[in-house]
């Protein structure tokens, strides 16, 4: 089944796009990677792994529930089925070690 196509966000006004996921493997288990941005005043943010693939997050998706993280932050996430068909990071646990220590 193909890949369903990112549509920008509209919902806040922002048009902003969620970064476009490519060949992530669904049911891949706890995956790590680096918080590549997240903007605080909106919630949301974007995580990536060492081979390049991204995937958006919402601040409800942060496991220890403080609704907040730093940009550079090695993390551990799981991929789930997102509302508006595509992958997104949930379970996202800061881990505290080097991204080269995996």
């Not at 996921?21 to 060492?50: K, N, Q």
């Amino acid at each position: 089944m193909p890949e369903p196509t990112v549509a920008p966000n509209n919902a806040t006004g922002a048009g902003d796009a969620w970064p476009e996921t490519r060949d992530v493997e669904p049911g891949a288990g706890h995956r790590r990677g680096t918080v590549l941005s997240f903007d605080d005043p909106r919630g949301i943010g974007v995580v990536g792994d060492a081979t390049g693939e991204v995937a958006p997050f919402h601040c409800t998706a942060i496991a220890d529930g403080s609704r907040t993280i730093e940009v550079g932050a090695p993390v551990g996430y799981d991929l789930v089925a997102g509302r508006l068909g595509r992958w997104e990071a949930s379970r996202i646990v800061p881990t505290g070690a080097a991204q080269g220590s995996v």
